[in-house]
């Protein structure tokens, strides 16, 4: 039976970048080593992280003044390491779901922190808009897209302070203005590589500006910058899987490309959502994220989750049970997802309306 998979995270990866990582756990660069085996300073493996660097710059234009790293630790290490390399006196933070809030959490430790606006009044289920961003603060931290809660900042704004981003769940899947960040990272398994490499990119001249406590040696972001990403051995195997995507992307046709291709997959599946007699959204239409579609059954019918579950499963669907935290379902639709995995995905839903179509009143014209 076809798989479907639409875990979120570790998640699906293409074709091309699970064999061709297989193939070099086996045998590397005809090394007659295996990748898990080959030493990180070896000159085959130095010009697989030189060419995932320079990949990442040309994707996502990555200016001069900006360093690419491959840092271990996922997002979640980077909630403490951008406060401890950034935060002298106080920075300002959007709360727009679980990851943003660990994120405060982190920052508070290092110094005063503002929440600018919280979408947590509503269990984080939209954007917020109106926010005020004093221009004291050293750095304005957003999430841009929020895995759990199926919301995206599909805008923006410009401010008046340097600018952080978590892109963990949405990075290469559209076109970003690296210029206006001081510093972006993203754990890859998401849309990258399998979980264990972090991407970070970083505004040289905007560190070494904390002068009031030291920064431990792996925690400052200019150890890294200095040694290229190989101050200590860094996550081998998922930097070459890294490469693999990266390579894979552009031969696709580049991140505009994908964005296209990721905005008809989520048309396709909103539009059975809305259109569909018994499941219903849980994030603000005009929030509603690209990468992480969520929807539960409406209220008369939430009876018939479990059923809708195993209904699925047997239809190959895999990973479509919502987080805790939210319940219902969600489908991540991640660069490497096909939109045949989509389409599959709204015929079982239609088929599973269809079995209890006599519970659904008939429409009132």
């Known amino acids: 039976m076809t798989k479907y998979n639409f875990y979120a995270g570790p998640s699906i990866l293409s074709r091309s970048t699970i064999s061709n990582t297989a193939d070099a756990i086996l045998n590397f660069e005809n090394t007659g080593l295996s990748l898990m085996e080959i030493s990180h300073r070896s000159k085959e493996f ?9 990949l ?24 403490c390491m951008a406060p401890y390399n950034l935060l002298r006196t106080k920075a300002s933070y959007l709360d727009t779901g679980i990851w943003a809030s660990k994120a405060i959490e982190e920052a508070r430790l290092f110094g005063e922190v503002d929440v600018v606006a919280s979408s947590s009044d509503s269990n984080y289920d939209y954007i917020p808009k109106i926010y005020w961003v004093k221009k004291d ?17 599909h805008r923006i704004y410009d401010v008046d302070v340097p600018m952080v981003a ?20 993203a754990g890859a398994q998401k849309n990258l590589a399998p979980s264990g490499v972090t991407i970070v990119i970083v505004r040289v001249d905007a560190l070494n500006k904390v002068q009031d406590r030291p920064v431990p040696t792996m925690l400052n972001y200019m150890t890294h910058v200095k040694n290229k990403s190989m101050f200590n051995t860094p996550p081998v195997v998922p930097i070459y899987a890294a490469l693999q995507t990266l390579r894979w992307y552009k031969e696709s046709g580049g991140i505009k490309v994908l964005q296209k291709k990721n905005e008809e997959k989520a048309e396709i599946l909103y539009d059975r959502i809305d259109s569909s007699r018994i499941f219903t959204g849980t994030a603000a239409i005009e929030d509603r994220s690209l990468m992480n579609a969520c929807w539960r059954l409406k209220d008369n019918y939430i009876d018939l989750e479990d059923e809708f579950l195993a209904y699925a499963a047997a239809d190959g669907m895999v990973g479509i049970k919502g987080h805790r935290s939210v319940g219902g379902f969600r489908a991540s639709l991640y660069n ?30």
């Open 46 to 54: 130095i010009a697989v992280s030189d060419e995932a660097r320079a």
């Open 56 to 79: 990442v710059r040309e994707l996502l234009d990555v200016p001069a003044t900006h360093e690419v790293l491959f840092l271990g630790g996922g997002a979640s290490l980077q909630f």
């Open 137 to 153: 603060a050293d750095y304005f931290h957003i999430t841009t897209n929020n895995t759990i809660f199926g919301t995206q900042m």
């Open 166 to 185: 978590d892109m963990s769940s949405d990075i290469f899947s559209r076109p970003v203005d690296v210029s206006k960040y001081d510093l972006i990272y």
């Open 336 to 365: 490497a997802l096909p939109i045949e995995s989509v389409r599959a995905l709204i015929n079982t839903m239609k088929a599973f309306e269809a079995k209890h179509a006599s519970r659904i009143p008939p429409l009132v014209r």
